[in-house]
């Protein structure tokens, strides 16, 4: 499988995050639960106040932190099906989601997308490359992202960090905005929002389908 070896890379990270720092915010790579709730709040603007209840591809889940937040926002999920690629976080989302009666809970120790949903969700997911080049991440993404259209009926919504900045660290992938707009625009769907407004060194891309 390409890129095999940063992917392995990129469990043990968030494996080891687990187990240094426990269940929190910042296992999963955000500086804090703010932020990382700032971030939801932008990908779930995809999905209206009426749309419930619907059914969820959450690719790179982590310990289920984005289910909890939208049972706490009120917006019913029929089916939740979350890919990781760590064990350690899947273990510790099926201990966290067991109160999650409503939803039926589905989780994948998977890197690729096979599961139909209503609506697919990417969080920070993309940011780690550790030595893979650019190029090979950049194609990377766009290859999940064809496999969110395809498992998504009525759209997906992703993050990454932006190119707009001072100074990049080697190991993440800075994604240019503007490309990926012009990327979404053309493949998947004429209603494309880029969220580039918020108090953070990212954006979010939100692709409505509907």
């Keep these: 499988m390409a890129l095999e070896k940063q ?14 720092k426990g269940v929190n915010s910042t296992a ?6 703010e932020c990382q709730q700032l971030r939801f709040d932008k990908l779930i603007s995809l999905v209206a106040e009426e749309e419930s209840p619907f059914s ?16 706490k926002k009120e917006r019913r999920v029929s089916a939740y099906n979350g890919y990781d690629i760590s064990n350690e976080m899947l273990d510790e989302a099926g201990r966290q989601l067991t109160g999650q009666q409503e939803t039926r809970v589905n989780l994948f120790n998977a890197s690729q ?31 999940k992202l064809q496999e ?30 503007c490309y990926w707009f012009d990327f979404c625009k053309r493949s998947f769907s004429k209603k494309v929002t880029l ?6 060194w990212e954006w979010t891309i939100v692709v409505d389908k509907k």
Excluded: M
Aim: net charge negative.
């Design 113 to 143: 997308i096979n599961t139909q949903a209503d609506f697919g969700f990417v969080s920070g997911t993309f940011n780690v490359r550790f030595d893979a080049s650019k190029e090979a991440w950049h194609q990377f993404i766009e290859k």
């Design 56 to 71: 969820v591809n959450d690719y790179g889940c982590g310990f289920g932190s984005l289910l909890l937040y939208l049972a």
């Design 7 to 20: 992917l392995s890379q990129v469990e043990q990270l968030y494996s080891t995050n687990l187990k240094e």
């Design 195 to 200: 969220l580039h407004d918020y108090d953070l």
């Design 28 to 33: 999963v790579g955000w500086n804090s639960r």
């Design 148 to 177: 969110l259209d395809a498992n998504c009926s009525k759209g997906f919504s992703f993050n990454l960090l932006t190119s707009y900045v001072d100074w990049e660290e080697p190991h993440l992938f800075y994604g240019d905005p």
